[in-house]
C-alpha cells in the first residue's frame, strides 16, 4: 500500500496546486447553497405561515365567540395571524388595504339558529390575489360550521330516541355546553426526526450533489495519465496493477473526505446549519464519498477518454442528484417517485441527515449508511475489476 499512497499524495499536490478540485467541492457548493437559502429558504421552513385573517363577529354569543377562541389558540402558536374587525365594512377596508388576506362573517342570530337546530350561514370574504389566505379561511370556518351541525345533529337524534332534554330545555343545555372549557389545546412535541431546515438542507444538498464531480478528479487521473503515456511507466516499474488503482481511490477518496469536512464546518458557521450528532456525520459522510467513489470509478472504468468520463460522470450525476432530492424534495405524494428515488445515494444521504439532525441519537444513521454502504460494495467492486481489466490492455 506504500505504492498506492505515495501516487495518492502526488495527484494529491498536483489537485491541490491547480485548486480545480477546491473550486468544484468547496467554493461553487457553498456558493449555491447560500444562494438558494437566500431565495427559498422561508419557503421551506418558515415558522409561520404568514397568512392575515379577520373575523367579524356580529352574532357574539358563545357560540360564536368560541370561533374567536379556536383563532386565538391558532394564533399564539405563530401559524396564522388575526384581526378581530367590529363590522364587514371594515373588514372589507382591511383586505383592500392588504392588512388582511380574507375574513369570516359571523351574521348575527346563528347563536340562536344553531340552538334551535336552524339553518345558518356563515360567509368568508377574500383577496382575489391571496388564494392561498382564502382557502384557509374556507377551511375554519367550514369546520366549524361543520362542528355546529354535527352537535345539532346528535342533538336532534337524542330528542328522537328520547333520550335528550326536553325540547323547551335545549337552548339552556346547548348554552351551558357552549360556556365550558375548551376541549382542546395545543401542545408542541419535539420529534427525535424530522425533516432538514432550510439552511441544512440546502447545504447537505448541494455537498453530496458537487461530491460526485469532485471525486472525479482521482478515478479521471488513472486516463489522464493513460493518454499521456505515464501510465505505462508507472506499469513498467515494480508497481502492482492494485496499487496503481488503489492510489486513484485513495486519491478520490481524500479528496472528497476535505471537501465534506470543509463544508460541514463552513455552513454550520456561516448558515447555522445543523448537521446531526457529529459520529453520525462522520459515518454518512464516509460511506456517501465510498458510493461516490464507487459509481465515479464504474463510470470511468468504461469511458475511452479523460473527458468522456468526465461528461458520462457529469450526466449521471446530475441526474442522480435531481433524482436524490438534492435540489428540492420530491416524491411526496407519489409512492412510485419516492421508491425510485432510493435507487441514488443521494437520497438516503439526505435521509440519514433527516433522522439525526432533529435531535436523534447517531445510531438514527445507521439504516442509511448501511445503504450507502451497499451501493459502495456492489459498484466498487465491479469498477475495481473492470479498471484492473483495463490496466492489463
Known amino acids: 500500500m506504500s505504492a498506492a499512497t505515495r501516487i495518492a499524495g502526488k495527484d494529491l499536490k498536483l489537485r491541490l ?24 429558504g422561508n419557503a421551506f421552513v418558515s415558522e409561520s405561515l404568514d397568512v392575515e385573517i379577520g373575523l367579524v363577529d356580529l352574532d357574539n354569543t358563545e357560540i360564536s365567540q368560541s370561533l374567536g377562541e379556536v383563532l386565538g389558540a391558532i394564533e399564539d402558536q405563530g401559524i396564522i395571524g388575526v384581526t378581530t374587525f367590529d363590522d364587514a365594512g371594515s373588514a372589507e377596508a382591511g383586505v383592500e ?68 332534554p326536553p325540547p323547551a330545555e335545549v337552548v339552556n343545555w346547548g348554552s351551558e355546553a357552549a360556556q365550558r372549557p375548551g376541549a382542546f389545546t395545543f401542545v408542541d412535541v419535539s420529534a427525535e426526526t424530522r425533516q432538514l431546515d432550510a439552511s441544512t438542507f440546502f447545504a447537505a444538498g448541494m ?36 496499487s496503481v488503482v488503489a492510489g486513484k ?46 459509481i465515479m470509478g464504474l463510470i470511468a472504468s468504461f469511458a475511452k477518454t479523460p473527458e468522456g468520463a468526465g461528461n458520462l460522470g457529469a450526466i449521471v450525476a446530475v441526474v442522480l442528484g435531481m433524482l436524490g432530492g438534492t435540489f428540492f424534495p420530491i416524491g411526496q405524494g407519489n409512492a412510485f417517485l419516492s421508491r425510485l428515488t432510493l435507487l441514488t445515494p443521494h437520497a438516503w444521504f ?40 483495463r490496466l492489463t490492455r
Do not use: K
Request: glycine share 12%.
Open 17 to 40: 496546486r491547480d485548486r480545480s478540485a477546491f473550486i468544484l467541492g468547496v467554493v461553487t457548493p457553498l456558493a449555491l447553497s447560500y444562494i438558494f437559502y437566500l431565495v427559498f
Open 97 to 164: 388595504d392588504g392588512e388582511i388576506g380574507a375574513f369570516i362573517l359571523l351574521g348575527a342570530g346563528l347563536g340562536d339558529a344553531a340552538l334551535a337546530g336552524s339553518p345558518f350561514t356563515i360567509e368568508v370574504v377574500g383577496d382575489i390575489d391571496s388564494p392561498t389566505t382564502t382557502q384557509i379561511a374556507d377551511s375554519i370556518a367550514s369546520e366549524f360550521g361543520s362542528g355546529i351541525g354535527r352537535a345539532q345533529l346528535s342533538v336532534s337524534t337524542a330528542i328522537g330516541l328520547g333520550e335528550g
Open 207 to 242: 455537498a453530496v450533489f458537487f461530491l460526485f464531480f469532485t471525486v472525479q478528479f482521482g478515478v479521471i487521473g488513472l486516463l489522464e495519465e493513460e493518454q499521456n503515456g505515464t501510465l505505462s511507466r508507472l506499469l513498467a516499474a515494480p508497481i502492482g496493477r492494485t
Open 249 to 294: 481511490g485513495i486519491i478520490s477518496f481524500a479528496l472528497g473526505i476535505i471537501s465534506m469536512t470543509v463544508l460541514i464546518v463552513a455552513t454550520h458557521f456561516l448558515m447555522e446549519a445543523r448537521w446531526g450528532p457529529p459520529l453520525g456525520v462522520a459515518l454518512l459522510v464516509v460511506t456517501g464519498v465510498l458510493s461516490a467513489c464507487a
Open 350 to 389: 439526505m435521509r440519514g441527515l433527516s433522522d439525526i439532525s432533529g435531535g436523534a441519537d447517531w445510531t438514527a444513521a445507521l439504516p442509511a449508511a448501511a445503504a450507502l454502504l451497499l451501493f459502495s460494495v456492489v459498484f466498487g467492486s465491479v469498477a475495481w475489476v473492470l479498471l484492473q481489466r
